[in-house]
């Protein structure tokens, strides 16, 4: 069949949207019909370079849809199903996913290939090569094809371009707070960088019960949304930051630093764990170039104050379990979910909203189907 998807040929180019081929689903695929998509800083480091996938590729890792086709083998979901993605497959069968780690199963290690994790071959198809998918999923386009192993089905009660979402900001941001970040009430918590992914590191904290939340960041709507989703401060850098948590816990430090930083930097995983108290937590979320290899830290606080440097992919989650879950605490008025949507664009807009996203514009951008 024919569809359309945003396309990236080349680094530091613009989104393609162009009519694309597309083949049925094979065993264990299916074919599914977008209804929105998040538009996530991780496909911005795909454009940049930060990460050096191969390229062409459709664009989009953070999305929900209305499943139309199904492959031979795939007997749990039909025509009809609606499924949110998570962008990290969960095969149920391997080592990490029997351990409860299916944010870190075994067909994770696939996600940079961009083919599909059945055959390693390609479904989507445009001006004669074989186009690649951004973290197997490729959601910035009118239809895909992906494994069933990336599907999580929904009930019909919440908009596709909403519950998208929870396919990678709010389980990712949270789950840093308060799975890797074991935030517990009482805790004094730092999150640095306060966008689509830290705003959820916040919304997490709070609801854990953190009495001192702290959100870092140089934009000002952003700090005034963090307030809004339950910081208890705002400031604009780390250093105003470290002034501000010393007096609040009388030189105590943090508990939790959270690192939710559109381009993480090596400096600033220093500086977050000299806001760690005793034990302190600090969570590294965001990506960071893979040139980057060094970072600055006082390794004698790390070891005299047995402070704690974690790293964390999608929130440490299991999202079969986390999503219908996450699911119930939006339906019960405990989730911010709409709030989070700034502004929704059209397929043909997409580099709009990212121009959007990097000037600070938004929290987070949809494309609505």
């Known amino acids: 069949m024919k569809t359309r998807a945003a396309v990236l040929w080349d680094r530091e180019k613009d989104w393609t949207v162009e009519e694309i081929e597309l083949d049925p689903p094979k065993a264990g695929e299916v074919l599914v019909k977008m209804g929105g998509s998040g538009l996530c800083h991780s496909d911005e480091h795909i454009r940049s370079g930060d990460l050096p996938w191969p390229l062409p590729m459709i664009g989009g890792h953070e999305g929900a ?86 599907c999580i ?48 590191a916040v919304q997490g904290a709070a609801l854990a019960g953190a009495e001192y939340l702290v959100a870092v960041d140089p934009v000002e709507f952003k700090r005034t949304k963090a307030i809004e989703f339950g910081a208890t401060h705002a400031v604009a850098t780390s250093e105003e930051a470290t002034e501000l948590v010393k007096d609040l816990t009388r030189g105590l430090m943090a508990d939790v630093i959270v690192n ?33 290899t060094q970072v600055n830290l006082s390794a004698l606080d790390l070891v005299l104050y047995e402070k704690q440097l974690r790293g964390s992919v999608f929130g440490s989650a299991n999202p079969r379990v986390d999503i219908p879950r996450f699911l119930d605490l939006y339906r019960n008025g405990k989730l911010k979910l709409d709030e989070l949507v700034t502004k929704r664009y059209t397929l043909d807009e997409v580099n709009i909203g990212y121009d959007d996203m990097l000037e600070g514009r938004t929290m987070r951008g949809v494309i609505s189907f």
């Open 260 to 292: 939710t930083m559109g381009v993480g930097t090596g400096d600033q995983i220093g500086l977050s764990l000299a806001m760690a108290g005793k034990r302190g937590r600090v969570v590294v979320t965001n990506l960071h170039p893979t040139t980057e």
């Open 65 to 150: 849809g209305t499943i139309e086709e199904v492959g031979p083998g795939v007997d749990w979901l039909e025509p009809g199903d609606r499924v949110i993605f998570g962008f990290i497959p969960a095969c149920g069968r391997c080592s990490a996913c029997s351990r409860g780690m299916q944010n870190l199963c075994e067909l994770g290690m696939y996600l940079g290939t961009g083919t599909q994790v059945s055959d390693h071959t390609a479904r989507h198809h445009a001006r004669g090569q074989d186009l690649g998918l951004m973290c197997l999923l490729g959601t910035f386009a009118e239809h895909t094809v992906v494994s069933e192993a990336n």
């Open 153 to 200: 089905k929904i009930d019909e009660d919440i908009a596709l371009d909403t519950a998208c979402l929870l396919g990678c900001g709010v389980i990712t941001g949270w789950g840093s707070a308060v799975n890797t970040g074991e935030a517990s009430a009482g805790d004094t918590v730092v999150v640095v960088g306060a966008g689509g992914i830290g705003i959820n």
